[in-house]
């Protein structure tokens, strides 16, 4: 099964910085639109951002001009920057991965991000 794996969460203060990363040798990125969703304690799974692969990228409301996602073909790999942190960012992150047409979905197991003072 084909699987993706995060890095990069932690416990962080308000106002702090972390860096997601998530890669696969499973399959090749460069086909396929990238997305890193969230879940918070009690609530459903949000789309955080996205970035196509044509490089185009969104973000919801509550993280744009905050958070960053990028791409490296050439690494199969994506992150996501996330600046100024607020604890209502608490959350696990899930990177995902959707091929043209959602023909191939895949997950990661996701990764804790915690903002606390």
């Known amino acids: 099964q084909v699987q993706l794996v995060e890095s990069g969460g932690g416990f962080v203060q308000p106002g702090g910085s972390l860096r997601l990363s998530c890669t696969s040798s499973q399959f090749t990125f460069r086909y396929y639109d990238m997305n890193w969703y969230r879940q918070a304690p009690g609530k459903g799974r949000e789309l955080v951002a996205t970035?196509?692969?044509?490089?185009?990228?969104n973000y919801s409301d509550p993280v744009r001009g905050r958070f960053t996602i990028s791409r490296d073909d050439a690494e199969n790999s994506v992150s996501l920057q996330m600046n100024n942190l607020k604890p209502e960012d608490t959350a696990v992150y899930f990177c995902n991965a959707q091929s043209v047409n959602k023909k191939y979905i895949y997950w990661g197991q996701g990764t804790q991000v915690t903002v606390s003072s």
């Open positions: 970035i196509t692969r044509f490089d185009s990228t």
